[in-house]
């Protein structure tokens, strides 16, 4: 597993309802989570809204898990 992979807990449906929204990188705009959704080329993003932050409240969630130990769903 490259480091890349371990940064990011593992997708799981969230992920998966947001691919219909999701964008590429060069397509995001300010206020857009930066999350990737997707293992492989082309790289896809979350695009759900912020409260101006990197990541939507459900990625910021999963990332504050994962910091913690719980691990992913």
């Known amino acids: 597993m490259t480091k890349f992979e371990t940064d990011f807990a593992p997708a799981n449906r969230y992920d998966a309802d947001r691919l219909p ?10 206020g857009e ?5 997707n293992s492989g080329g082309p790289y896809l993003f979350c695009a759900a809204k912020t409260d ?4 939507c409240a459900h990625h910021k969630a999963r990332l504050l898990q994962k910091k913690s130990g719980q691990g992913g769903e």
């Open 21 to 30: 929204f999701a964008k590429r990188l060069e397509d995001l705009r300010p």
């Open 33 to 37: 989570c930066t999350w990737p959704i």
């Open 52 to 55: 101006g932050k990197k990541y």
